[in-house]
């Protein structure tokens, strides 16, 4: 017997797909050059409303410094704790917005802090840093 369409819908809010990871080199540069940004400590975002061909309304990249973070395993964990905590949070934060707005988003998530923080603090500051995406989002429509 199929689970319920509620059930399946909650299930694949909690997942991270190939469709929702910003992997196009044109679409990167223009975030880069014409995107609106702000820091939400330990994290900086850059932003851009875009028409993506996806069937996801956001696509993310997710970054850490070679240069603050010299080993390869740091920077994993770091993106690791910054996917799982992006992952379990885009549907209630984020998404909703969007829809509601009719508007699909590409943005990167850069990691800027001195030190690795722990998961319980990385995933508080990204609720705040998607309210605050959301906001964004919001604004220019008042």
């Given at each position: 017997?199929?689970?319920?369409?509620?059930?399946l819908m909650t299930?694949?809010?909690?997942t991270?797909?190939?469709?929702e990871?910003?992997?196009?080199?044109?679409?990167?540069?223009?975030?880069?050059?014409?995107g609106?940004?702000?820091?939400?400590?330990p994290?900086?975002?850059?932003?851009?409303?875009?028409?993506v061909?996806?069937p996801?309304?956001?696509?993310v990249?997710?970054?850490?410094?070679k240069?603050?973070?010299?080993?390869?395993?740091d920077?994993?964990?770091?993106?690791r704790?910054?996917?799982?905590?992006?992952?379990?949070?885009k549907?209630?934060?984020?998404?909703?917005?969007?829809?509601q707005?009719?508007?699909?988003?590409i943005?990167?998530v850069n990691?800027?802090?001195k030190?690795?923080?722990d998961?319980i603090f990385?995933?508080?500051?990204?609720?705040?840093?998607?309210?605050?995406?959301?906001?964004?989002?919001?604004q220019p429509?008042?």
């Amino acid at each position: 017997m199929p689970p319920p369409a509620q059930e399946l819908m909650t299930a694949m809010e909690y997942t991270f797909k190939k469709e929702e990871r910003l992997c196009n080199k044109s679409l990167i540069d223009e975030l880069y050059h014409s995107g609106s940004s702000f820091l939400c400590y330990p994290f900086r975002i850059t932003w851009l409303h875009a028409t993506v061909n996806a069937p996801v309304n956001a696509q993310v990249l997710i970054a850490v410094a070679k240069k603050r973070y010299k080993h390869a395993t740091d920077r994993n964990l770091i993106k690791r704790r910054t996917r799982e905590a992006y992952r379990l949070n885009k549907a209630r934060f984020l998404y909703p917005v969007l829809q509601q707005q009719q508007k699909q988003l590409i943005f990167s998530v850069n990691y800027i802090g001195k030190e690795i923080t722990d998961y319980i603090f990385m995933q508080k500051k990204m609720q705040k840093l998607l309210q605050q995406l959301a906001e964004a989002v919001i604004q220019p429509a008042k």
